[in-house]
């Protein structure tokens, strides 16, 4: 490993794990509400939110996949150092995978878990450049009261991808990001367009 490529993660190691944890649980709990992380730390190629993510969510025991935009010498030695989470090459042995907007047209091989253990399945960590730039569409579920309007830009191919490898309670939990910000989208959530 080149030590040269080492960043400084967290300045407070626990604490800030532990508010970055946090808000990735409550982030599934109310599906499609922003949530914000202030003391994300900094490393290129990933959005603070995004790193802190991986900082809190990944560890020994959580094998993690990384599309190829995300697999450079700098993020792959800091995820090693700071995480000490094992990189897969095959997404069939992945606990999270780190996905860009590019990526979300092909869900296939990632663990949608299985009916007695749905929560095995794989956590998808998702870097956008904006969280609020889409399509509005209506997200309904468990964590919402009755309905939310969403606007989180991705494809509209990524939802019928979604919903085609979708069978409760399989399927894939999701964790958007951008900039300091996290939104997230259980597999609990059924998501349908506005009618005008």
């Known amino acids: 490993m080149h030590a040269q490529l080492l960043q400084p993660a967290f300045v407070d190691p626990v604490l800030d794990a532990q508010r970055s944890f946090r808000a990735a ?3 599934l709990a109310e599906p499609g509400l922003i949530q914000h992380l202030p003391a994300a730390p900094h490393l290129d190629g990933l959005a603070p939110a995004t790193y802190a993510l991986c900082l ?3 560890d020994v025991d959580t094998p993690l996949w990384l599309a190829p935009a995300f697999d450079t010498p700098l993020i792959r ?3 090693a150092f700071h995480c000490g989470c094992p990189l897969v090459a095959r997404r069939e042995e992945a606990a999270f995978a780190l996905l860009g907007e590019p990526d979300l047209l092909d869900l296939s ?3 949608h878990g299985n009916d007695r253990y749905p929560d095995q399945s794989c956590t998808l960590l998702v870097q956008l450049s ?8 209506l997200w309904r579920g468990p964590g919402i009261q ?3 309007r969403v ?3 991705v494809p509209s191919a990524f939802w019928l991808e979604r919903q085609r490898r979708e069978a409760f309670p399989r399927g894939l939990d999701v964790l958007f990001s951008a900039g300091h910000h996290l939104l997230g989208l259980p597999r609990s959530s059924r998501i349908t367009q506005e009618h005008a």
């Open 25 to 27: 649980l409550k982030a």
């Open 56 to 58: 809190a969510l990944l």
């Open 109 to 111: 091989g990632f663990d």
């Open 146 to 148: 009755a309905q939310r």
């Open 77 to 79: 030695a800091n995820l």
């Open 130 to 137: 904006d969280l609020e730039a889409g399509r509005a569409l």
């Open 151 to 153: 606007q989180v830009p």
